[in-house]
């Protein structure tokens, strides 16, 4: 579990485990807020679960149609992930991503183990 202030102010929690027996059950991403609620989730987190909002808007009719069924724990995501670094190898775009945002998502991890040993909080970006 790792709880999280953004420097808004604003406060989440994170629970991640990969160790369901005998298969993955789920990923679900879930925001509260003082206005809305949503969750999705699904095998692939592929499917809008709940979708509330104090104040409805025209969009939200369109929601539903953002569901697709998948058997894969992966999706549809990696092939397209792939699909872009052979078109950036070949020199066809740009990349959708890059190293420097997939270090975001390490330096959550490592601030979370080290605020685990030490028993505090740590700021992020860290400081190499």
Known sequence: ????R???GA???????????????????TIL????????????VNQ???????QKLPEDE????ANYQTTSVYGFGHPLYYDNVIKVIRGEAEPDTDGREGLKSLETLI????????GRRVALPLDY
Do not use: C
């Open 1 to 4: 579990m790792l709880s999280i």
């Open 6 to 8: 953004w420097r808004s």
């Open 11 to 29: 406060l989440g929690s994170m629970n991640v485990t990969m160790l369901t027996y005998p298969k993955n059950l789920e990923g679900s991403i």
């Open 33 to 44: 807020g003082e206005e809305g609620t949503v969750r999705v989730g699904g095998v692939a």
């Open 48 to 54: 809008i679960q709940h979708w509330e909002f104090a």
């Open 62 to 65: 369109h929601i539903a149609t």
């Open 111 to 118: 601030a979370a183990y080290l605020a685990a040993r030490d």
